[in-house]
């Protein structure tokens, strides 16, 4: 411990542990790429509604991608069978970590085939024999971060991620300064586009010590259920929060959402959009055209839940009343 000197940010470690049985990089395509090279995976399957931010890292390793459809309940269609098992993988996405139970299913029998990509679903344990990867900056408030976990033996990189030049959206956010932070945040996730895999920065190993996950997930699934209760008898998706500690309520309408989530930027709400991308198939083009993103986490109190859901519930109103 040094003592004396400059003067730092009074974070209190909790000591929090996340991914202690975990590789740990930058970022969950850093974690994927780390395995496909040690693994020597040779071919992929993909679903065919997926955000496009893996793709640079598979070509680069040459890996050759085949997609699959996913149904409306963001499912295979179809399992793929692998006719080579040795270097052939199958990508099962945990979409807004709601499918917990489905992932498991699906998984049981050869769960050596599969590569779990909960990237949206930080909170859902890993499932023995398969592979897993995490992207814990979706849930919490680091800079970077993407969690591996697999039987694969992996040779760790000896550099580590530095964050110090992209840790200014998440004081500028804290402080208030939306708009400034915003473009600091877009700069930090394209310093991430390189996916060459590098150890977890010491900024955001010690930020997940910080975290009072407890909370973030008592807040989360409380944040959901609200919603849930709300719209569910409009939303054409229906995913209950069981044990999930998801993403976000994907709340899915029978009308596009552009101009709703154009408006409500005017109120300083702020929806992503899960994704635009050329490779989606029916389903994943819906499934990005007509799907409100609400957020949940644990900044947002019981009101501004209620608060937000009032506004939601006005513009979809008035959507479907053109
Ligand atoms: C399903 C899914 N997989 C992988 C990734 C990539 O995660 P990261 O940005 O940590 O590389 C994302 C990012 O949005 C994602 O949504």
Not at 67 to 77: G, K
Request: aromatic fraction near 10%; include cysteine.
């Amino acid at each position: 411990m040094a003592i004396g000197g400059y003067n730092q940010l009074p974070l209190i470690s909790l000591n929090t542990q996340l991914g202690a049985e975990a590789y740990q990089f930058q970022s969950a395509r850093a974690a994927l790429y780390a395995y496909l090279n040690a693994a020597k995976i040779k071919t992929l399957y993909i679903p065919n509604y997926i955000c496009d931010s893996i793709f640079p890292a598979l070509k680069s390793l040459t890996v050759d991608i085949k997609f699959y459809s996913v149904n409306e309940q963001l499912l295979p269609v179809i399992c793929p069978k692998l006719t080579n098992k040795s270097n052939s993988r199958i990508l099962l996405v945990n979409y807004f970590g709601l499918l917990n139970e489905q992932v498991k299913t699906l998984t049981a029998l050869e769960p050596e085939l599969f590569i779990v990509d909960n990237s949206q679903a930080l909170f859902c344990e890993h499932i023995d024999g398969t592979t897993s990867i995490y992207s814990p900056r979706k849930f919490l408030g680091i800079p970077d971060g993407g969690l591996l976990r697999t039987a694969e033996k992996i040779n760790m990189p000896e550099t580590q991620y530095d964050a110090s030049e992209n840790v200014g959206h998440l004081l500028l956010r804290a402080a208030g300064d939306v708009q400034a932070g915003y473009v600091r945040f877009l700069a930090a996730e394209q310093a991430l586009e390189c996916f060459i895999p590098k150890e977890i920065s010491v900024i955001s190993a010690h930020l997940i010590k910080c975290a009072d996950i407890n909370v973030i997930k008592k807040m989360r699934r409380r944040n959901y259920e609200i919603l849930y209760n709300k719209f569910k008898s409009l939303n054409q998706l229906q995913f209950p929060v069981n044990d999930h500690v998801p993403l976000c309520y994907p709340l899915k309408l029978g009308v596009g959402v552009t101009s709703i989530c154009r408006t409500l930027i005017d109120k300083a709400i702020y929806l992503p959009r899960y994704w635009r991308s050329d490779y989606s198939g029916e389903v994943g083009t819906s499934m990005f055209e007509n799907t409100l993103f609400l957020p949940i986490d644990e900044r947002l109190s019981e009101d501004n839940i209620y608060a937000l859901s009032d506004i939601i519930e006005q513009r979809i109103e008035y959507e479907y009343s053109r």
